[in-house]
């Protein structure tokens, strides 16, 4: 399928008044995307070096807040994957006519998250090329749908996205989601802060509140059940509470009223019990098999619930983790190892994100974390905003891959 209406396109790049040798290549380096009305060409380079050099000519333009420029404009920026592993920078058309529920929202901040690089370099969520990735963003809401009720042309705004859409892809400047998606930024918080919170923190909310059925917390500020009516604790373990998924599910597990037990490093462990868990394992210099042995002196049998969120050696861990007798589930964010059988008193989910956007009843979800964030319940990650607006995203994602962030989250503002 090629590059539909809503999508024409041609490289910013050549808005630079670049010289006509700079924009020639041969035939060998170039790899052409065809639409019935665009032909272009994208430079067979590695991701910085292709960005670097086309935008050489006239940085000042492409750094300044495309929103300023953008504001009549019937073209924006975006980041467009061109082939596995592949970005380049290019104006699109934005969608003229909406959907009667969606929103077109001016986009401020994006989130970057291990699954954006993720797919990009191993070919999956990518229905077509050029694609938009980005599952994250807050922003300023532009138009809305006919049918759209709630939100008004200005509203500050964040949302999660699903990639089917390439119009949904965070990576632009122009985003369009379905309003039921669509959010207010809790009062006091900046673009930045919000953007942290379309995946990390509607995917911990999700897992715990729909997927692993604990409570949605009350509006008091204390836990849903409170600890000390309880004869036993009633466990979950957080596998990789450092990470920032992590940091959000022990607060919100913690809100509900779990005993919070977490595997992190040594680094980061006074960081996980900061955001309440109770017991805090570190994995420094031990097998998995002793990291399982500590969980197991502090649980015993009573484990019956588990949250993956680092990979599948460790999700197969976690299983090990709970309750060799009781009905006991586990949540493997990052799926668990390929023909592994848990045993039959463990049942595993399949976390799907997508259904924040095709159920309109998990928008109850977003609305709860937002409220809790307002409550000054929940504590936001520590983050680090990139400068450079979009042409910052493929190195941010090059420093994901790299790993050790030490729970900081990284954004890109726009």
Known sequence: MGLTNSFSCFPLSLKLHKTKADLTTSKQEDLSLTSSSHTFGISEKRVSTTITER????????HRSPHQEEATSPYHDALVVTSRGRYELIKVATQETLESSDVLISTRAVGLNPIDWKSVDFGFCLPEFPW??????????????????????????WTGTYYRKREAGCFQSRVVAPAHTVLP????????????????????????????RVPMPSTEQQPTVP????????????????????????????????????VTSTKTSKLAGDLGATHVVTRDGKTENQILDDIRRISGEELVMAMDI??????????????????STIAPLSF??????????????????????????????????SRLIAQGLVRLPTYEVLPGGLLAIPQGLE??????????KLIVSL
């Open 310 to 327: 680092v990979g599948p050696t460790s999700a197969s861990y976690a299983v090990s983790a709970l309750s060799r007798t009781k009905p």
């Open 399 to 408: 420093r994901l891959k790299r790993g050790d962030m030490a729970g900081k």
């Open 55 to 62: 935008v050489a000519d006239g940085p000042s333009k492409l």
């Open 132 to 157: 938009v990735t980005g599952r994250e963003m807050s922003g300023v809401v532009e138009r809305i749908g006919a049918g759209v009720t709630g939100l008004e042309v200005g509203d500050r705004v």
């Open 227 to 262: 600890l000390q009516q309880r004869t036993t604790p009633h466990y979950i373990l957080i596998w990789g509470g450092s990470t920032v998924t992590g940091q959000f599910a022990i607060q919100l597990a913690v809100l509900s009223g779990l005993t919070v037990i977490t």
């Open 336 to 369: 668990l190892p390929p023909g592994f059988q848990p045993p039959p008193n463990v049942s595993v989910l399949n976390i799907e994100m997508k259904q924040f956007i095709l159920n309109e009843e998990c928008r109850k979800y977003a609305v709860g974390l």
């Open 185 to 212: 930024v809790p009062a006091g918080l900046s673009f930045e802060s919000a953007a942290c919170l379309g995946v990390p923190g509607l995917t911990a909310a999700m897992t715990l509140w729909h997927w692993l």
